[in-house]
């Protein structure tokens, strides 16, 4: 299946981590009875099959052949999302700060992002899928019917990560994670293939200071909105 159906409507949920943005996507979707993608496991789930087989980001031929091969299942369950490898169950270690930093570093490689381009368009299934990433409305997606671009400032996301880590058990120091954080976002920001950025037609939302319900109320209402107008 190389050519999803273009009328299938796809909501694009862009922005930098700590948003809420995969909160946000993975209700809207429940909301609207829709598929969701969630890009981002997609990088951190091929980031740590080749960490773990020792290919490195300079590798091209190893990373061709890890495209070619891999296999990542997203599997919805009552627990929430789990994202599998090759068969196995990976989904507590690419959720780390260090499989987003991992991520990171393999999602700047244009051949990466070229080769894992197809497995993303191809969740785009009747009725409608949620998109979430950093360029679902600039290049998976760029016909979808809305983009959305969450932002936050950089102080805050840094403090919501902290607060849900915190939860999880983390024992790192606010001070390193805000580093951690301002250094993944100038890598995916800076990088020369898709970076993190608005799409011209995205709506930005600005969710500092703002609750999930509120963000969530916020995006339902932008659907609203554009569904009259179509
Ligand atoms: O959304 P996330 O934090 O799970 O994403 C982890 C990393 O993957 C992020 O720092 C950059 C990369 N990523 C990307 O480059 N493009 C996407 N569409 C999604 C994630």
Not at 119 to 126: D, E, N, W
Request: some cysteine; overall charge negative.
């Amino acid at each position: 299946m190389s050519n999803p159906d273009q009328s299938i409507p796809v909501l694009a949920i862009d922005g930098p981590s700590g948003t809420g943005k995969g909160t946000i996507a993975s209700r809207v979707a429940g909301h609207l009875g829709w598929h969701m993608l969630d890009s981002g496991a997609l990088y951190r789930a091929f980031a740590h099959v080749a960490v773990e087989n020792d290919i490195s980001p300079d590798d091209a031929s190893g990373l061709q052949e890890l495209i070619r091969a891999i296999d990542i299942a997203f599997i919805q369950t009552d627990a929430g999302l789990k994202i599998a490898a090759d068969g196995t169950d990976v989904t507590d270690c690419v959720r780390s700060e260090v499989g987003g930093k991992r991520a990171s570093i393999f999602a700047k490689i244009p051949l990466v992002r070229e080769g894992l381009l197809e497995r993303q368009r191809r969740m785009r299934v009747a009725p409608g899928l949620v998109a979430d990433g950093r360029d679902m409305g600039t290049v998976v997606f760029p016909d979808a019917f809305l983009k959305i671009f969450l932002d936050a400032s950089a102080y805050i996301r840094a403090q919501r990560r902290y607060n849900q880590l915190k939860e999880k058990g983390f024992s790192g120091t606010l001070r390193a994670l805000r580093k951690e954080i301002a250094e993944r976002d100038a890598q995916d920001r800076n990088r020369s293939a898709s970076p993190l950025t608005p799409a011209s037609d995205a709506i930005v939302v600005d969710t500092s200071g703002k609750g999930i319900v509120e963000v969530f109320n916020e995006v339902v209402a932008l659907i609203e909105e554009r569904l009259l107008e179509e």
